[in-house]
């Protein structure tokens, strides 16, 4: 079975920062892509950012030249270092990655709360 765990969600104030992490937990041979997600009251899920397991990254433009997405292989961790937050990226962020157990599969964490008030 394999577990992800956020970590680092809060409330802050606009201009403020906040670093989130996720690590991976559980019998399995690897992992390849992990990434940031988020949901907001009313709206659909959508990607914040990704990382694969050779460092390459991908963001959404809302949070391109804000956020830095990072992993740590060796402590199956990946980390979104938020910057200049606005209350637009008020949500709940959720932690993905796919993990290579007996097959390919996507896992989600149970995902934390960050809030920007203006």
């Known amino acids: 079975q394999v577990q992800l765990v956020e970590s680092g969600g809060g409330s802050v104030q606009a201009g403020g920062s906040l670093r989130l992490s996720c690590a991976a937990s559980g019998s399995f041979f690897s992992i390849n892509t992990m990434g940031w997600y988020r949901q907001a009251p009313g709206k659909q899920r959508e990607l914040v950012a990704t990382i694969t397991s050779g460092g390459l990254t991908n963001y959404a433009d809302s949070v391109q030249g804000r956020f830095a997405i990072s992993r740590d292989n060796a402590k199956n961790t990946v980390y979104l270092q938020m910057n200049s937050l606005k209350p637009e990226d008020t949500a709940l962020y959720y932690c993905?990655?796919?993990?290579?157990?007996?097959?390919?599969?996507?896992?989600w964490g149970q995902g934390t709360q960050v809030t920007v008030s203006s």
């Open positions: 993905n990655a796919e993990v290579r157990t007996t097959y390919l599969g996507r896992y």
